[in-house]
Structure formats: C-alpha cells, structure tokens
C-alpha cells in the first residue's frame, strides 16, 4: 500500500520494456512523473521514452532492489511476473497490481474457478493431467467442439489448439510436451468486446464504454467503440469487472475479455491484470486513457474521467504491415507505432485510431 501519493517529479517503475511499458512511461511524463524501465530486452520500445533505463534479468536480485530503491511505486506491463521478483520488489517500494492478483490471473484454471466462484459465466472448463483425462474430459464437457489451452504462458492464442473429438483431444495433449491443461468448450459467440477498468486504493471504480473486439488468428486486429452491446450489457459487463476488481482488491487497470453471445449472454474468456491492447483507443478518443488511469492508480492519484468524446477504431498493425510506413502515415487517423527495429510475422509493431462524432447511446 502506497502510504502517500507519488508527488510530481516522483518515479513509477515499470517491470517490462514493451509498446504497453511505452505508453504507460509516454502517460507518465505528460504527469510530471518520471518512469524509470526494468527490461530484459536490451532494445526495449519502452527505453526510447523512459527517464531510467534497466536492461536485467527479472531474477537479477541486485538489479531489482537497485530498481526498487530508486523508484516511488512499481508497476507492470506483463502478467507473467515470477512470484518472487514481486516479493522482493514489494518489500522495498509498493508494488501494484498485488502478487495475489498477478497470480490468480497467471494461471488459466484458478483464473476460471475464481471467475465461476464469484458467480460469473465462463465457458465449461475441466483441468486436464494425462492423455486419458484429455479424452474422458472431452465427452464430459460434452461440446462437439472444444480448445485444450496451456495453462501459464498462453497469450494471443499461443498454447491452445481446437479439438472436434476424444481421439483429437488425447492426440493433442502430447503436443504440449507435458504442460499443466485445461479444455474448455468452445463457444460459438456473436462477437468478442472487453471491459477497460481501473481500480484506485481506495476503491474507487471507473470503467470505459467496453470496446467490441475482432481477432485474426487468435491476435487482436480491430477494436470498435461503440460495440454491438446495448446499454444494459454495458452496464453488466461493467459491473462484472467491478465484481473482479474489487475481489482482487485491484489497484490499477485491468481488462474482461468476453464472449458475447446471440442470446445476449455475457461470457468471461480472461482477465489481464494490466494495460489492454482493446483499450488502445482511450489515448485519442478519451480525456483520460488507460495508461493515464493506471498511472494514477498506482501512483495513488484520484481516477480521471473515462468518458469517451467520439467514436473509436483503432487497428493493429501487425509484422510486414509497418514496412510501409509511408502509406500508413498517408492513411490518416492517429498513427502510433512503437519502435520496434525487428519485424516478426504478426508481431504489433504498432496501431493506427479513427474518430468520429460520437452517436447517440443506444
Ligand atoms: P485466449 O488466449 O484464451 O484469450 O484466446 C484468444 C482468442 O481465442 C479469444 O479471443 C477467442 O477469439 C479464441 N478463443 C479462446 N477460447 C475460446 C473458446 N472457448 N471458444 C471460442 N473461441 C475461443
């Protein structure tokens, strides 16, 4: 707990060196506050735009504590924190969001059961431990179709495979060498959208008009504000993310990421206890954006409005796409791209946001 707010000219330190770590260090220093960036990546996006700069290792307990000592409040830009890089930070300088809440969310079981535990709606799941269970799980579930996921480490569909059978589920358990599962029933959905929300210490709640989000290959391609959502799944989409904020006592932003689906009902797929690619669009379409609502979180600042003055899309650019930049620029909207030297195929190299007037709620 933060004892005192970080005054103007104090330092956050962001675990995490990526375009999230950037935009949030980018949101700091429009504060007055300096960010300083603990990375393993030498050539981090967020080094560019940092005060401070750490290239170590998140094991490197000299490093950490030097990071720590030198910081006011620390937070991360990845979830995927070890437990015992927190604890140690957290010893020296206020660490936000808590370890509790970084490892409920780590793992994609007890994310799931505590989500059912709070009485919130996810698709069937069953943790799965060997071949036989992958097969026996399979009928159980009961679903003619169902993914079998990894349960740490997964992100834009990494670790996770479609099954349609017993047999595909059994054949498909090998494939992750061994690795903690989890199968779940596919679910046929309308769409996807997400919930931005930020909790403050002291309770305080704020969420942004919940984005509708499309995927390519598991990667996030568009987010639109206004979502086909009408106003009373927004409001419950947004309620269902106070439920999980305030369970995890929460201090920071977090994202829900649901599945919609045609008979209205609202699906959590994953929480991500940070910064969310689907909330992008808050840095043009929004007074405040996320990566300024976190920083005040964690910072122990007072919330700042999350009301939207238009209408949003924003695009990911993703791998080859930012070769040609040129046309990108070209294309209009807010061009953001972050730094990133090396092109890998789907890798976000940056995104691009239109604005229109804002319509009518409906
Ligand atoms: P995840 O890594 O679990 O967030 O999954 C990435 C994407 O895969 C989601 O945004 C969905 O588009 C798709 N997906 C994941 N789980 C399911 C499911 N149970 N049913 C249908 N689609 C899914």
């Known amino acids: 707990m933060l004892s005192a707010p970080v005054t103007p000219g104090g330092t956050i330190g962001i675990l995490g060196g990526g375009q999230l ?42 490093a950490l504590k030097k990071f720590a000592q030198a910081c006011d409040a620390i937070t991360c830009e990845f979830e995927n924190v070890p ?19 970084l490892a409920t969310t780590q793992e994609r079981f007890e994310e799931k059961t505590f989500v059912s535990g709070l009485g919130l709606n996810t698709a069937a799941f069953l943790a799965i431990d060997s071949v036989e269970r992958a097969r026996t799980a399979f009928a159980e579930l009961g679903s003619r179709k169902a993914v079998l996921k990894t349960r740490r480490l997964g992100y834009d569909g990494k670790g996770q495979t479609i099954v349609t059978s017993a047999d595909e589920a059994a054949a498909a358990f090998d494939l992750f060498k061994g690795a903690p599962l ?21 309770g305080a709640f704020a969420a942004y008009d919940p984005p509708e989000n499309d995927h390519s290959e598991h990667i996030l391609r568009r987010s639109t504000v206004p979502s086909r959502l009408n106003s009373e799944q927004s409001i419950e989409a947004k309620a269902m993310a106070r ?4 369970a995890l006592d929460y201090v920071g932003v977090l994202c829900v990421e649901l599945f919609v689906c045609a008979d209205g009902k609202l699906l959590v797929n994953e929480i991500a206890p940070r910064v969310h690619n689907s909330g992008h669009w808050t840095i043009d379409a929004c007074l405040v954006s996320q990566f300024e609502q976190h920083i005040r979180a964690v910072a122990g600042w007072p919330l700042g409005s999350t009301e939207r003055h238009s209408d949003a899309v924003m695009e990911n650019i993703l791998g080859e796409e930012a070769r040609d930049w040129q046309a990108l620029v070209a294309r209009g909207g807010a061009l953001h791209l972050y730094g990133k030297s090396d092109i890998r195929p789907g890798r976000k190299m940056g995104h691009i946001t239109w604005l229109k007037p804002k319509a009518a709620a409906r």
């Open 182 to 202: 989890l199968l779940e029933s596919f679910v046929d959905f309308a769409f996807e959208a997400s919930v931005i929300a930020v909790r403050s210490a002291d």
């Open 83 to 101: 437990a015992e890089t927190l604890e140690l930070l957290a010893q020296i300088t206020p660490v936000n969001p808590n370890a509790q809440a």
């Open 21 to 62: 770590g950037r935009m949030l260090a980018l949101a700091a220093a429009r504060l007055g506050l300096k960010a300083h960036v603990f990375s393993e990546e030498n050539d981090a996006p967020a080094f560019q735009v940092s005060a401070t700069q750490t290239y170590a290792s998140y094991r490197n307990a000299d």
């Open 243 to 246: 439920k999980i904020a305030d």
